[in-house]
């Protein structure tokens, strides 16, 4: 059955970079649907940091707008997200998830039916 695992979380200083990984296994689907970041801070409603679809259109959150950027390897079935100018208010507890369509998929939590167990990151002042 399909799974997704996170990686590459961290305690970084503001102003730094981190890359996260998503590895997907199981049926071949991951090329098919769109795949998307999520974050969740102690006490904060998860929010969907950025979507990525099947044909290679982006979406990203106001609040990470020109500082993270979502990739995709299909060959390795690995989603990425680039962080870069990392700041206090990125610490979360990031998710990757697939959406149940292949376009036109927003950042609603609900409608995504695979996650990871997500992966940690802090960020210090």
């Known amino acids: 059955q399909a799974q997704l695992e996170e990686s590459g979380g961290a305690s970084v200083q503001s102003g730094g970079s981190l890359r996260l990984s998503c590895a997907f296994s199981g049926y071949d689907w991951y090329s098919r649907y769109c795949m998307a970041w999520f974050r969740q801070a102690p006490g904060k409603e998860r929010e969907g940091v950025s979507v990525i679809e099947s044909d290679g259109s982006t979406t990203y959150a106001d609040s990470v707008k020109g500082r993270f950027t979502i990739s995709r390897d299909n060959a390795k079935n690995t989603l990425y997200l680039q962080m870069d100018s990392l700041k206090p208010e990125d610490t979360a507890l990031y998710y990757c998830?697939?959406?149940?369509?292949?376009?036109?998929?927003?950042?609603?939590?609900?409608?995504?039916?695979?996650w990871g167990q997500g992966t940690q990151v802090t960020v210090s002042s």
């Open positions: 998830a697939r959406h149940s369509r292949r376009r036109q998929c927003s950042r609603y939590e609900h409608d995504y039916v695979v």
